[in-house]
């Protein structure tokens, strides 16, 4: 079987192919989150409250009692549809906004000024504000996130489109009669696609947090929602007397995001003609 | 001779500035006929590079430019159009498909995320509306066209591959790649050393003769328009001082800039009997700033044989005979009418 050369490439990296796999076993397990963890994520049993990990609980309970493999699989479905709708919107809106400022001169001023009037609220207030006056639901704590990262993507967008714009192959693909809707998405865009993907894996985990954040604040998904943020936010005043409580579910933010990071700067690489070995 | 491909009558594009307005070019007139080159030769800043990207309609929305005059371009299809006046669309089907240009800088002409033969197919499929692979293939045999070795290879290459002479091959293989009558050629081997020099222009010449295209060649060297031009303009300061057929333009340079600019050359030196010479001859003085022009000439402030009446008024361009005309109150008028 004959693979594009791209993917060819991945295979030959040891580290982004690993990133690749614990992302895949990771989406695998919140797909089948029922059949790997038979116990419910929210059944409480108080006499077995913080008890170490066990081979009745693999991870150990919480400080409800609830099983902490159960809710960490359960949880991973919500926190990885959070932060993957996050990152997809933000990036989507943020990328147009951001192609549209920096290309068309006379729409950068308006533009960027609302960018900036909402970047200079602080990230979780104005998420508060908005999950407060929407109401707390997962499909408000996405859509508030989105609005928090659009104008980091915007900026960043902005700032690369303005370099691309001025290099003269887009005059040159001009003189070849091609149009200015078509210079964009096809000429300007694949060469801000670095950038993009930088800005994608850092959203992606940081909207894992603030999700945290907002939980934690009152604001975010109901409770009965397991989410990893939850979880360690709701577990840290526990972390003393029973490590595992914040540790398994810190480790699957961590090693989520860690991995998106890796194979975002690996695809990058792959995708960046400068930095491909001659074949 | 044939009617001309490309008529240029009065161009002026000028731009407004927070120092009042610019006039880059003012009163511009030049022809092109099939098959031949013209070239537009002038120091940095005299306006031949707007020459062209006004003719392009290829200037920034945002400088405001005010354009003025007319540009007739005779079309494949036998129509004669204003390039000027052209709707925007109309013109997006001409560029690249009937007029093509390439660029000085041959390292940031090419988009780096794509291969040279996604580039030169992407002007195929939207003017010829040819498939994917059909256009990867003609891509391919424009690569072979100007010279490529190993050209179905090198199709699949990306422009950070190339070096900055093929890169220059590549361009001139996607401005050809529709077949343009004309092409507009801004500095094409300013960046290039010599000896790609030499074979760029080769190529350039060898094209021009299997296609018939016309060429406007834009250069500030005179070097490469001795060799390469049939037809001159040579411009100051946004106008041309001095219109001639090659030859007869080196051989009796009417204008006092042109005897000066061809003064400078190493080579003229040494022909005017200084067998060592210690210094090249230089102009003297600068270019004046373009927005407090002197009322006169524009020349006349570093002119050697200027006269009172120089600095009375900008004298016309008069027709001095032969095709020949200059804008000088020294030189002698022809019998014909005055020039456009």
């Known amino acids: ?92 809106a943020g990328t147009l906004l951001g192609l549209v400022a920096g290309f068309f001169r006379r729409l950068d001023a308006p533009l960027m000024r609302i960018v900036d009037a909402m970047m200079s609220f602080p990230d979780i207030l104005l998420a508060i504000a908005l999950v407060a006056i929407l109401g707390a639901s997962l499909a408000n704590v996405v859509f508030a996130l989105v609005l928090v990262y659009t104008p980091r993507v915007a900026r960043v967008v902005r700032a690369s489109t303005l370099v691309v714009r001025e290099l003269l192959f887009v005059e040159a693909v001009r003189a070849l009669g091609v149009r200015t809707s078509r210079i964009l998405w096809r000429h300007v865009l694949p060469n801000l696609l670095s950038p993009i993907l930088v800005q994608v894996s850092f959203i992606f985990a940081y909207a894992i947090l603030a999700e945290a954040g907002l939980s934690f604040l009152g604001v975010g998904v109901p409770p009965d929602i397991p989410t990893w943020g939850t979880m360690v936010a709701g577990g840290q005043q526990y972390a003393d007397r029973a490590f595992w409580v914040v540790l398994f579910p810190g480790l699957a933010i961590i090693l989520t995001a860690l991995s998106l990071q890796l194979l975002g700067d690996g695809v990058r690489d792959l995708l960046d003609p400068k930095l491909k070995k001659a074949a | 001779m044939d009617a001309p491909r490309l008529s240029v009558r009065h161009l002026s594009t000028s731009f ?92 940031t002409s090419l988009n780096p995320v794509f291969t040279v033969g996604e580039q030169i197919a992407e002007s195929v499929r939207l003017h010829k509306g040819l498939d994917r692979a059909a256009a990867l293939a003609h891509a391919q045999r424009m690569l072979e066209l100007v010279e490529i070795p190993a050209a179905a290879r090198r199709v699949h290459e990306y422009p950070h591959q190339l070096s900055g002479g ?20 801004d500095e094409p081997t300013t960046a290039l050393d010599v000896t790609i020099q030499a074979q760029i222009l080769a190529l350039m010449r060898r094209l021009q003769a299997e296609t018939g295209m016309s060429i406007l060649f834009i250069t500030h060297n005179l070097g490469v328009v001795a060799h390469h031009a049939d037809d001159v303009a040579v411009m100051y300061a946004g106008r041309v001082v001095e219109r001639a057929p090659v030859r007869p333009l080196f051989a009796a340079p009417q204008h006092p800039y042109t005897q000066g600019l061809l003064a400078c050359l190493p080579g003229k030196a040494r022909a005017a009997g200084q067998a060592r010479p210690k210094r090249l001859f230089a102009i003297r003085g600068q270019v004046s700033s373009p927005l407090a022009p002197p009322p006169g000439c524009a020349f006349e402030p570093r002119c050697d044989q200027a006269r009172d009446d120089c600095r009375a008024a900008m004298p016309p361009l008069i027709a001095t005979g032969d095709g020949r005309s200059a804008r000088c109150v020294l030189v002698a008028p022809s019998h014909d009418q005055e020039a456009t």
Not at chain 1, 41 to 68: C, F, I, M, W
Not at chain 2, 18 to 41: E, K, N, Q, Y
């Open chain 2, 16 to 107: 407004p500035t927070d120092g009042g307005l610019v006039h880059s070019v003012a009163d511009v007139s030049f022809d092109i006929a099939p098959g031949r080159t013209t070239a537009l030769v002038g120091e940095s800043g005299s306006g031949k590079s707007v020459t062209s990207l006004t003719l392009m309609r290829l200037l920034a929305r945002s400088a405001n430019a005010r354009v003025s005059g007319q540009a007739h371009f005779a079309t494949r299809e036998g129509r004669s159009v204003d390039l000027l006046a052209l709707p925007e669309a109309e013109m997006r089907r001409l560029r690249g498909h009937q007029l093509a240009m390439i660029f000085q800088e041959p390292m």
């Open chain 2, 166 to 185: 093929m890169r220059q091959r590549v361009m001139i293989a996607l401005a050809m790649a529709c077949d343009p009558t004309l092409l507009i050629a």
């Open chain 1, 1 to 92: 079987m004959k693979l594009p050369p791209v993917l060819r490439a991945l295979l030959h990296r040891r580290i982004v192919m690993l990133a690749a796999l614990v992302l895949a076993a990771i989406v695998v397990l919140a797909l089948g989150a029922p059949w790997f963890a038979s116990i419910d994520p929210n059944d409480t049993a108080v006499l077995q409250r913080l008890k170490g990990p066990s081979a009745e609980h693999l991870l150990g309970t919480d400080e409800l009692g609830r099983d902490l493999y159960s809710r960490i699989v359960h949880g991973a479905r919500y926190s990885l549809a959070i932060a993957g709708l996050t990152a997809l919107g933000a990036t989507l």
